[in-house]
T-cell receptor, first 115, second 116 residues
Framework: DAGVTQSPTHLIKTRGQQVTLRCSPKSGHDTVSWYQQALGQGPQFIFQYYEEEERQRGNFPDRFSGHQFPNYSSELNVNALLLGDSALYLC??????????????FGPGTRLTVT | AQSVTQLGSHVSVSEGALVLLRCNYSSSVPPYLFWYVQYPNQGLQLLLKYTSAATLVKGINGFEAEFKKSETSFHLTKPSAHMSDAAEYFCAVSVFMNSGNTPLVFGKGTRLSVIA
């Protein structure tokens, strides 16, 4: 049973460029959440998707957007990259059903470096 | 809103010694509490969770944590540290609202070093 997978593992971009990160949830999970972990910090919630719609959003600018596909996989897009966007981006999956919604499983992350 | 405070950004213990990592939370409703471990260049692995059942929670790799409502604490302990325990540890909180849990709110993390 594959866990949460993310691609790519590492990415280097230049300021002003756009980037797309991808996530496939754990088998049986229908909800995907994205977190940003800056160096030396705890992860911070970006947004959550289920039923192909953004359901909750953290305190991140509109440059951060996402998408969820019918197979529950998800993309995180960041436009107009800033140096401060350099971080580890973590994807977590869970089941929407209420009694299991607290169980989040994390992927290995994508390390984004903006130069 | 919920929040988590982890006391001590870096804790160093000798191999075989007790591990104690501190976590205090703030929540106006009953919380769900979690400890995650992160090894270098890896994602987060769940160590244990408190979901309003038993207050003493046992997790993987010999770790356990005790929920103390009166102290708003959820400290992580392990009786005897092993070299392989060296990692970053994160405490996180979530609450149940409407039809599901809120996103995780993490502390800043505690780096555990184990000295041979």
């Amino acid at each position: 049973d594959a866990g949460v997978t993310q691609s790519p593992t590492h990415l280097i971009k230049t300021r002003g460029q756009q980037v797309t990160l991808r996530c496939s949830p754990k088998s049986g999970h229908d909800t995907v959440s994205w977190y940003q972990q800056a160096l030396g910090q705890g992860p911070q919630f970006i947004f959550q998707y289920y039923e192909e719609e953004e359901r909750q959003r953290g305190n991140f600018p509109d440059r951060f957007s996402g998408h969820q596909f019918p197979n529950y996989s998800s993309e995180l897009n960041v436009n107009a990259l800033l140096l401060g966007d350099s971080a580890l981006y973590l994807c977590a999956s869970s089941r929407r059903r209420a009694e299991y919604s607290y169980e989040q499983y994390f992927g290995p992350g994508t390390r984004l470096t903006v130069t | 809103a919920q929040s988590v405070t982890q006391l001590g950004s870096h804790v160093s213990v000798s191999e075989g010694a007790l591990v104690l990592l501190r976590c205090n939370y703030s929540s106006s409703v009953p919380p769900y509490l979690f400890w995650y471990v992160q090894y270098p260049n890896q994602g987060l692995q769940l160590l244990l969770k408190y979901t309003s059942a038993a207050t003493l929670v046992k997790g993987i790799n010999g770790f356990e944590a005790e929920f103390k409502k009166s102290e708003t604490s959820f400290h992580l302990t392990k009786p005897s540290a092993h070299m392989s325990d060296a990692a970053e540890y994160f405490c996180a909180v979530s609450v149940f609202m409407n039809s599901g849990n809120t996103p995780l709110v993490f502390g800043k993390g505690t780096r555990l070093s184990v000295i041979a």
